[in-house]
DNA sequence: GTCCGTGCAAAGGATTTGCATAATC
DNA sequence: GATTATGCAAATCCTTTGCACGGAC
């Protein structure tokens, strides 16, 4: 388990200390089908694999991650957070009302306008999220 | 105070019984200098002018407010949500990370974009919120 | 007078923190 | 072996809920 060389590296050279717990949750975000999971569904994952990891020590790890690049959190309109593997591309996010799904997307158009705009009223933007809610095929 | 022609109007049209918590909490939101104030700073003015209202009922009136589609409840990326009177114009935010300050913006062509992202993915749009996140002028 | 709304206190869910123990380097 | 991370339980923050009382219609 602690000699996937891997994520030693992305550890490391986040500047983290090489620790089960964190290997571990690393590679549930790695493996997770869906790109978007939450802490609860972080922590479940390590109990059915049998790993006695503590609830505390999943929002710890994965704020750390957050804090060094690795994971973005996100905050739809759900109540709790959820993270995802920061891949290094910026996208936004169209979500099923119904099913929960998740749509990954990026628009160039959009993203020039947001700074346009942004230059407009005198901002710098740091950061942004564009969040479409709606109901996907499946769920017409 | 009950005697406000114009809010009674509101809340009978919203199907709320015209009451004192309701009437109070409408004239904070219509003559707030910040057009978005979370739940806690309502309640904070009601104290002030020295009106007896439980926090639980500023969460229950501005909850109802939501539903009727009075006012617009966003999750900024601050912990607490901030309410909003719907002016029946939407609009997007740019927000400033220092002092906090909200601008608000439309743009035709985001809004075009979004509907043909959607249109592309085979959804539906019924929700979307766009919020940039940067430093405003003044706090360059 | 009936029914809905309110205040208070207690409950609730998500997330954080304090502290003694245990692991990494 | 020193330092940092973990587990557990308790604490915290925002928000909601249960219940008996009070106000609107």
């Given at each position: 388990?602690?000699d996937?060389k891997?994520?030693?590296?992305?550890?490391?050279k986040?500047g983290?200390?090489v620790?089960?717990?964190?290997?571990k949750i690393?590679?549930?975000?790695?493996?997770?089908?869906e790109r978007?999971i939450?802490?609860?569904?972080?922590y479940k994952?390590?109990?059915?694999?049998?790993?006695?990891v503590?609830?505390?020590?999943v929002?710890?790890v994965?704020?750390?991650f957050?804090?060094?690049?690795l994971?973005?959190?996100h905050?739809?309109?759900?109540?709790?957070?959820?993270?995802e593997l920061?891949g290094?591309?910026?996208?936004?996010?169209?979500?099923?009302?119904?099913c929960?799904?998740?749509?990954e997307?990026?628009?160039k158009?959009i993203?020039?306008?947001?700074?346009a705009?942004?230059?407009?009223?005198?901002?710098k933007?740091?950061e942004?999220c564009?969040?479409?809610?709606?109901?996907?095929?499946?769920c017409?």
């Open positions: 388990m602690l996937d891997l994520e030693n590296k992305d550890l490391k986040a983290l200390k620790t089960l717990p964190r290997v690393l590679n549930i975000l790695e493996n997770a089908k978007h939450s802490a609860e569904e972080v994952k390590l109990l059915e694999s049998g790993d006695d503590g609830l505390a020590t929002y710890r994965l704020t750390q957050e804090a060094a690049g994971v973005i959190r905050r739809f309109d759900s109540g709790h957070a959820v993270f920061d290094g591309a910026h996208h936004d996010h169209l979500l099923c009302v119904k929960q799904k998740v749509e997307f990026v628009d158009i993203e020039d306008r947001q700074e705009i942004a230059k407009k009223l005198g901002f933007i740091t942004h564009l969040y479409l809610y709606g109901i996907c095929q499946a017409q």
